[in-house]
């Protein structure tokens, strides 16, 4: 009999969540053969992320994964041998109820949010008791070293990512409206929350000396371009120019198709989680933002990741990105957003070999999936679930 699953996704105020969720949903299913529950309560934004989601449906199923609606009050349902809050959701009290009603209960696992900090490998795996009910709550916590849970990824990404630069890009570009890159132009996705470093950094590709092309999916950033090129509302399918910079505003995507604008483009701009993590393993550069936290909690972060992705790049073009990012982060340590983008371009080969290399080092952490699989196993050989 399959192990079962169940995962709970409460979506907050971005896609970040629901996307991480999914993904994980469907590689527990259609890599591990787990029969997976995926409960969510926003499927208007699943809906987004992934068009095939029927968004008032309370049961469907989708690529192998069930997916519920999770709507309050909650219906009675029979918990699963591993439960997964991502993120720290509190499940329904019917459910808590009904898993400690189990003997043994459910492998209880809190899937907290990835960062490269060293406290993260000290804190992965821990229990922790529930103050009322018999049962015990796991902290999962993905990382970049072996002693946490991993990474995100499916089996066969880099073999599907190495086909579709080998054959995908032109057809890729097509799709979207846009001819073959020429010899000299340069290629950058920009996905964003809101930022005061956006002006300095449009004004700064503008004024290049080689053309930039820069997509710009759907999002919060809209607003804010509508603004620095003057014009009343900007809109997916539109494009404009301005000195060296082609704007082209893109629909929102779903998540096959953002991955490949990532291994499309040069350059990607990406913001939370989610897309940071599908921009490592795009083997292309980056400038990430974190999600901004009150006391500027997300530049430890940030410098936390820098501190792993800088390893191995020599210290000019390591400057490069770390002064663009803490640039693009809101860091007052730096130079103006011109003399970042410059010192950028100047060590653009080595960071572009860099950022290939550094997506080969990604899978020395582990696959996520895969560890969550050996944890939760482990901890139901400790005993039988009943399933009566």
């Excluded at 990532?262 to 897309?275: I, K, M, P, Q, T």
Aim: proline share 6%.
């Amino acid at each position: 009999m399959r192990t079962t699953w169940d995962i709970f996704c409460n979506v907050v105020d971005n896609y970040g969540d629901i996307g991480i969720a999914w993904r994980l949903a469907r590689g527990l299913a259609g890599e591990h053969g787990l029969a997976v529950r995926l409960w969510v309560d926003d499927l208007h934004a699943f809906h987004r992320i992934w068009p095939a989601i029927n968004p008032d449906a309370a049961e469907q199923s989708c690529e192998g994964v069930a997916v519920r609606a999770w709507r309050t009050p909650f219906a009675a349902a029979v918990p699963a041998q591993v439960v997964i809050d991502a993120f720290g959701c509190a499940l329904p009290e019917s459910y808590l109820a009904a898993m400690s009603e189990r003997s043994p209960p459910p492998v209880w696992i809190n899937l907290e949010y990835l960062s490269a900090e060293p406290w993260v490998a000290e804190h992965h795996g821990l229990p922790s008791p529930h103050p009322r009910l018999p049962l015990t709550r796991y902290f999962f916590f993905p990382g970049y070293t072996a002693e946490t849970g991993g990474l995100l990824v499916e089996a066969d990404l880099a073999g599907r990512r190495a086909a579709f630069v080998r054959a995908g890009t032109a057809a890729f570009w097509r799709r979207i409206g846009l001819d073959m890159p020429q010899a000299n132009e340069l290629r950058v996705s920009l996905f964003a929350y809101e930022n005061p470093a956006l002006p300095g950094l449009l004004d700064a590709w503008a004024a290049d000396a080689r053309p930039i092309t820069c997509l710009v999916p759907e999002g919060r950033i809209i607003p804010q371009l509508a603004a620095w090129l003057a014009v009343a509302d900007a809109r997916a399918g539109e494009a404009y120019r301005r000195g060296a910079l082609r704007l082209h505003i893109l629909p929102f995507l779903n998540q096959d198709a953002y991955d490949h604008l990532l291994w499309a483009c040069d350059l990607n701009f990406v913001r939370g989680e989610d897309s940071c993590v599908r921009a490592q393993w795009a083997a292309r550069p980056l400038v990430w933002q974190a999600y901004p936290q009150p006391d500027e909690a997300h530049w430890d972060k940030l410098d936390a990741l820098l501190a792993h992705y800088l390893e191995g790049l020599n210290q000019e073009a390591a400057h490069a990105v770390s002064g663009m990012w803490r640039h693009w982060n809101g860091m007052s340590d730096v130079d103006d957003m011109a003399a970042c983008w410059a010192a950028w371009r100047a060590h653009q080969v080595a960071i572009e070999a860099h950022a290939a290399n550094w997506c080969d080092r990604l899978g020395l952490a582990g696959r996520l999936t895969g560890k969550l699989v050996d944890f939760a196993e482990n901890k139901i050989k400790c005993g039988v679930f009943s399933n009566s």
